[in-house]
């Protein structure tokens, strides 16, 4: 079981709006910031946003990420069917030790 | 550009020590603010963070597998790695070496290698 929790899974579809959420505690969430994933099948995990909200050079503008207290929401509109993917929060925890969440399988439908 | 690549054995028998090597370009793991990390991902499950190592030697480890674990780095040839003892079928999965980017309150993998799959396997 992950530290962080994800919905299993979302769907919506094409054009469409989607939120991914990703619930913590004070220990990680709450007092770091938080950086989201994206895997393609068959990839290695990339990264969509750091720092709760920042995109990486390349990234689109339709991706976003917000937090707020213990919980943080990744945000994808004018959805398109190459982000069929799995996507992962992730950050960094008090006990010394980074944590994931259990991901969410985005379908386009 | 920044680039990781692992190598290391794709078949490992159990109770034996597995070796991972991370080799880094485009960075120097010696400079200031730099950390490496080792991430795991088995079939079809979520990314299982590992280990990390900075810049200035200080080392994290994965509480539940901290025993097993041991993470250094070879400045001279711009490597990290990692080891793990006593695998077992449940250590089966693709290992991942990351670039880390770390402040106070701002920690993050900004670049991945392409990852090595690993089964263990009598």
């Known amino acids: 079981q992950s530290v962080l929790t994800q919905p299993p899974s979302v769907s919506a579809a094409p054009g469409q709006k989607v939120t991914i959420s990703c619930s913590g505690s004070s220990s990680n969430v709450g007092d770091f910031s938080i950086s989201w994933y994206q895997q393609l099948p068959g990839t290695a995990p990339r990264l969509l946003i750091y720092e709760n909200s920042k995109r990486p050079s390349g990234i689109p503008d339709r991706f976003s990420g917000s937090k707020s207290g213990a919980s943080a929401t990744l945000g994808i509109t004018g959805l398109q069917t190459g982000d069929e993917a799995d996507y992962y929060c992730g950050t960094w925890d008090s006990s010394l030790s980074w944590v994931f969440g259990g991901g969410t399988r985005l379908t386009v439908l | 550009q920044i680039t990781l690549k692992e190598s290391g054995p794709t078949l490992v028998k159990p109770t034996q020590t597995l070796t991972l090597t991370c080799t880094c370009s485009?960075?120097?793991?010696?400079?200031?603010?730099?950390?490496v990390g080792w991430i795991r991902q088995p079939p079809g499950k979520a990314p299982e963070w590992l280990a990390i190592v900075h810049w200035d030697d200080d080392k994290r480890y994965s509480p539940s597998l901290k025993s097993r674990l041991t993470i250094t780095k070879d400045t001279s040839k711009n490597q990290v790695v990692l080891t793990v003892s006593r695998v077992d079928p449940a250590d089966t999965a693709t290992y991942y070496c990351a670039h880390n980017h770390e402040s106070v309150r701002d920690h993050y993998f900004d670049y991945w290698g392409q990852g090595v799959l690993v089964t263990v396997s009598s």
């Open positions: 485009g960075f120097s793991v010696s400079t200031s603010g730099v950390g």
